[in-house]
């Protein structure tokens, strides 16, 4: 049974850096790529970093230079960096089994049940 389970998230302050992980069973890191998401109320629900199972990344413009994902064995993260208000937000961590991951959210097969984050200015 795949299971998704997510740690890390507080309130901090506009500048601040946290350290997101999604714990991970079930899952191999050959055939699962795996994928932060984060989404705000009444928003959609974004992808914002990811990593392919040959160990490539990928990031959304908005994060890129400021957020790094990586992963280890069981454990998938995310270092977030010099925060700002606007990465206000509900993140989860996702896997599908998949060589490259999708875009878009409804590609992904599994989900954590996500870990907030409130930055304040």
């Known amino acids: 049974q795949i299971q998704l389970v997510e740690s890390g998230g507080a309130s901090v302050q506009a500048g601040g850096s946290l350290k997101l992980s999604c714990e991970s069973s079930?899952?191999?890191?050959?055939?699962?790529?795996m994928d932060w998401f984060r989404e705000v109320p009444g928003q959609e629900r974004e992808g914002i970093a990811s990593?392919?199972?040959?160990?490539k990344t990928h990031y959304r413009d908005s994060v890129k230079g400021r957020f790094t994902i990586s992963r280890d064995e069981n454990f998938l993260y995310l270092q977030m960096n010099n925060l700002t208000p606007n990465d206000t937000a509900r993140y989860y961590c996702a896997a599908v089994r998949t060589t490259r991951c999708p875009l878009f959210a409804a590609f992904f097969d599994y989900w954590g049940q996500g870990t907030q984050v409130t930055v304040s200015s």
């Open positions: 079930g899952i191999t890191s050959a055939h699962f790529c």
């Open positions: 990593i392919d199972t040959d160990g």
